[in-house]
């Protein structure tokens, strides 16, 4: 049995504010609501993860912002429910390098579990930066540079690392 099992749950329902008791669907407990039926799936979150490349090799920032402040990551963020990911990797390098860039090739995807406990899917593209676009420090990051891939600054998240090798191995494998 789940360590977290209890009769209640912690949380209160969201249509009629009942205490939620776990319950098990399908071999996974959830919290559900005894009186009106919902139940509070719990999904991971997604976010983007954006390697710009450009002739002076890949886009990074350093962030203003925890986690992570002051350690170096690409630019990405969270995906809003009503976004597509790709379009979510496109806001969030205007937002966070102030640059307006062009998907060119889905390069990985990435589980993790956070130190909350949460599950997260990073979705990994590969982008560039549209004609005339040079990036620059926007908001939640403390500066941005642009790196040779081997010279990159420690990377604060795992899933930017992994993304990172993957790049690699993609150009080590096409020569
Ligand atoms: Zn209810």
Redesign the pocket.
């Known amino acids: 049995m789940d360590k977290n099992w209890s009769p209640t749950a912690n949380h ?7 205490q ?1 008791e776990w319950r098990d669907v399908d071999g996974q407990q959830v919290e559900a ?6 139940v509070f799936w719990r999904n991971p979150l997604v976010a983007t993860i954006v390697l710009i490349e450009t002739d002076g090799g890949l886009v990074a920032g350093r962030r203003a912002i925890d986690p992570g402040y002051g350690l170096w990551c690409f630019p990405g963020g969270f995906v809003n429910e009503d976004e597509h990911p790709a379009a979510a990797a496109v806001r969030e390098c205007q937002e966070e390098v102030k640059a307006a860039i062009e998907i060119a090739d889905l390069l990985g995807v990435y589980h993790v579990i956070r130190g909350d406990g949460r599950g997260m899917v990073a979705i990994a593209f590969e982008a560039r930066l549209r004609n005339g676009e040079s990036p620059a420090t926007g908001h939640e990051m403390l500066e941005v540079g642009t790196f040779a891939p081997g010279e990159l600054p420690d990377l604060a998240f795992t899933t930017h690392r992994q993304a990172l090798a993957d790049w690699k191995r993609r150009r080590t494998a096409t020569g």
Do not use: R, V
């Open positions: 209160y329902c969201l249509q009629c504010g009942h939620l609501c005894p009186s009106c039926g919902f």
